[in-house]
């Protein structure tokens, strides 16, 4: 075989790999974006962790689970994340909401814009950070809310939304 030719089947296979990557976790697999660069997870709370590299700034797309009736309400969590967004004036910023079917499961989409001051308690905690976004999905499942979470600069999320998407919808039972 000629060394193009070998090159070329090469590249297709590691395009190949790399569209078939995927989070598995709880008996649940979904696809991860072929960009998306998987970290160890910070926390004992964190099933995945990915850095996504954007060109105005990394963003950080994490998988989160609390177990069984921990973690808080869906209605609660909004609440925590809408008041660590403001908008330019100062006011809190509106989250974007949405209910929906994947695969048989309830889901409760949020979108945020503005200042973030990401942190673990309600309320800003940590630094303010202007053009931010964050695409939120949790997923209710038998064995507790899964959260998946893509957050960072406006830029960088909008770039990866569709992988996000991607993923949110492909979320399903394994096997």
């Given at each position: 075989m000629k060394p193009l030719a070998i090159f070329l089947l090469m590249l297709s296979c590691a395009g190949a790999l790399a569209q078939n990557a995927r989070f598995a976790a709880l008996g649940f697999v979904a696809?991860?974006?072929?960009?998306?660069?998987?970290?160890?997870p910070a926390s004992n709370f964190r099933l995945a962790q990915y850095r996504v590299p954007g060109t105005s700034g990394d963003a950080e797309s994490v998988v989160f689970y609390f177990g069984r009736g921990q973690g808080g309400s869906v209605a609660a969590n909004i609440q925590?994340?809408?008041?660590?967004?403001?908008?330019?004036?100062?006011?809190?910023?509106?989250?974007?909401?949405?209910?929906?079917?994947?695969?048989g499961l309830p889901v409760t989409t949020v979108e945020l814009n503005g200042t973030y001051a990401r942190g673990v308690g309600t309320g800003p905690q940590g630094?303010?950070?202007?053009?931010?976004?964050?695409?939120?999905?949790?997923?209710?499942?038998?064995d507790g809310n899964v959260t998946l979470q893509l957050h960072g600069p406006r830029a960088t999320v909008a770039a990866h939304r569709k992988?996000?998407?991607?993923?949110?919808?492909?979320?399903r039972k394994q096997g």
């Open positions: 696809p991860v974006p072929s960009q998306w660069e998987a970290q160890a925590r994340w809408s008041s660590q967004f403001s908008t330019t004036d100062g006011r809190s910023a509106e989250p974007k909401t949405q209910v929906i079917k994947v695969n630094e303010a950070r202007p053009n931010q976004t964050l695409l939120v999905a949790v997923i209710e499942t038998a992988g996000f998407d991607a993923m949110v919808r492909g979320f």
